[in-house]
């Protein structure tokens, strides 16, 4: 795993919570919509983890 791959996946995730946050609708009661983005955000942090 080089560095390379590291910064792709960091660019990676910082492309997909820009679309996250593009996404996430302008009232504050979101409620349930925003566990599937907490539960990606997790597994996408456990992955990066994983790949050091």
Do not use: N
Not at 6 to 22: G, P
Request: charged content about 35%; glycine content about 8%; hydrophobic content about 45%.
């Amino acid at each position: 795993m080089g560095i390379e791959d590291r910064d792709y996946y960091r660019e990676e995730a910082r492309a997909r919570l820009r679309r996250a946050a593009r996404w996430r609708p302008r009232r504050k009661e979101t409620g349930p919509l925003l566990w599937p983005q907490v539960v990606g955000f997790l597994v996408l942090l456990g992955l990066i983890a994983l790949l050091r």
